[in-house]
């Protein structure tokens, strides 16, 4: 139940396309889903976030779709830029445990120039 | 603005061999996490800390220790190195919030066991 699966693990894009990740959660006691953008040799950084209580969360080229009653949650990438090129992770957590998050296991996205 | 530091950012050890990583924050943050990165399994918890001389098991602790002696510091110890840890471990931290917050990685220690 503390899964959240993530797909698809790599995904290939041309350049001014869109990319899209998905994500599905099993706890619904989970309330709070960023997601991360990690650049080759470097950590993890939050890119967008969303809470169950809107269903879509957009800044800039990225969008968060959320379906609380499908349990999932996706990250669209609009005009996709080759640096937008890295690896994408969700999470999911639940705020009174404090910042205690589940990861997907991460899509490694190439955008093609 | 560091940010979080992380140190060694390369190391090799052989089985057996006990070492530790280093993680500073700059920002006074309370909340400070260990994570292991593996290919196709994301990032997994190993332990982390909600505040100065407090620590807590995470998802895969076995075979680490930690300690957080001080706010700014978090340390990540392995007594007995085996290649099962093998990994790429990143120290991260956050501010304490139940309405959603950051969380802010180092850039990463790759760590090699043979």
């Known amino acids: 139940q503390q899964q959240v699966k993530q797909s698809p693990q790599s995904l290939i894009v041309q350049k001014g396309g869109i990319s899209i990740i998905n994500c599905a959660y099993e706890?619904?006691?989970?309330?709070?889903f960023p997601w991360y953008q990690q650049f080759p040799g470097k950590g993890p950084a939050l890119l967008i976030a969303i809470r169950p209580d809107v269903s879509e969360k957009k800044e800039g080229r990225f969008t968060i779709s959320f379906n609380k009653s499908a349990k999932q949650f996706s990250l669209h990438i609009m005009d996709s830029q080759p640096g937008d090129s890295a690896t994408y992770f969700c999470?999911?957590?639940?705020?009174?445990?404090?910042?205690?998050?589940?990861f997907g296991p991460g899509t490694r996205l190439s955008v093609l120039p | 603005n560091a940010g979080v530091t992380q140190t060694p950012k390369f190391r090799v050890l052989k089985t057996g061999q006990s070492m530790t990583l280093l993680c500073a924050q700059d920002m006074n943050h309370e909340y400070m996490y260990w994570y292991r990165q593996d290919p196709g399994m994301g990032l997994r918890l190993i332990h982390y800390?909600?505040?100065?001389?407090?620590?807590a098991k995470g998802e895969v602790p076995d075979g680490y220790n930690v300690s957080r002696l001080k706010k700014q510091n978090f340390l990540l110890g392995l007594e007995s190195a085996a290649p099962s840890q093998t990994s790429v471990y990143f120290c991260?931290?956050?501010?304490?919030?139940?309405?959603?917050?950051?969380?802010?990685f180092g850039e990463g220690s790759w760590l090699t066991v043979v």
């Open positions: 706890n619904t006691a989970f309330d709070y």
């Open positions: 991260a931290s956050s501010r304490q919030s139940h309405s959603g917050n950051t969380i802010y």
């Open positions: 999470a999911a957590s639940m705020l009174i445990y404090g910042q205690n998050f589940v």
């Open positions: 800390s909600v505040g100065e001389g407090t620590t």
